[in-house]
């Protein structure tokens, strides 16, 4: 099946930094979503993002296809936007997503 | 709020025990999946839905089984209950959109501990 890698796997930044998360597939994608898992446990979704660019507010977003990786950027970072990040796939026939094991980020204040 | 509610939200079982977790939703969506999240493993694909009595197997299906009678409701039993079941369960829902574009929403999770 589909490989999914994300990187960096850890993040520490203070208030107010920038910070790029990347994802990598291993195969062509119909679906790819960003999600932030916040310290609740919550699955928020950020992003629906199969190719191209997106923005939300301090969030932006851009998937290329050909080259097969995705980033998501944060900008002006909040401790509120410590959590997990997860780059999710969908390839081919299937119908649910594969994951990524995630980036942990922590935004010091 | 994408209008999934999971019950129980907690719930603490012993090893050999049945346990049945249920996953509701408000938006009338065709599929509807059932994941664990283990650390170090991620969130992985139990059992998935496509429509009321229509169901398919995951990547991690053994030990589990799940009904759907209802739009509405897709329920996810552990026949007996093991402590390598002790996980968070994810309910997500989703739509055929644009282009086939699967979109999905996830639901609150339900923290289950088998003693």
């Known amino acids: 099946g589909i490989q999914v890698e994300q990187s960096p796997p850890d993040l520490i930044l203070q208030e107010g930094a920038n910070s790029t998360l990347r994802c990598n597939f291993s195969?062509?994608?119909?679906?790819l979503q960003w999600f932030h898992q916040n310290p609740w446990g919550q699955l928020i979704n950020l992003f629906y993002?199969?190719?191209g660019t997106k923005q939300n507010g301090r969030l932006s977003a851009t998937t290329v296809a050909t080259e097969r990786y995705s980033l998501l950027y944060i900008s002006s970072s909040q401790t509120t936007d410590s959590g997990v990040y997860f780059c999710?796939?969908?390839?081919?026939?299937?119908?649910?997503?594969?994951f990524g094991s995630g980036t942990q980020l922590t935004v010091l204040p | 709020d994408a209008g999934i509610t999971q019950s129980p939200r907690h719930k603490v079982t012993e090893t050999g025990t049945p346990v049945t977790l249920r996953c509701h939703q408000t938006e009338n969506h065709r599929y509807m999946y059932w994941y664990r999240q283990d650390p170090g493993h991620g969130l992985r694909l139990i059992h998935y839905?496509?429509?009321?009595?229509?169901?398919d197997k995951g990547e991690v299906s053994d030990g589990y089984s799940v009904s759907r009678s209802k739009t509405e409701d897709f329920l996810l039993t552990l026949e007996s209950a093991t402590s390598s079941q002790t996980s968070v369960y994810f309910c997500?829902?989703?739509?055929?959109?644009?282009?086939?574009?699967?979109?999905?929403?996830f639901g609150p999770g339900t923290r289950l501990t088998v003693t």
């Open positions: 195969d062509s994608v119909n679906n």
């Open positions: 839905s496509y429509g009321v009595k229509d169901t």
């Open positions: 993002i199969p190719s």
């Open positions: 999710a796939v969908l390839s081919g026939s299937a119908r649910q997503l594969t």
């Open positions: 997500a829902i989703s739509e055929v959109g644009d282009r086939s574009s699967y979109e999905q929403y």
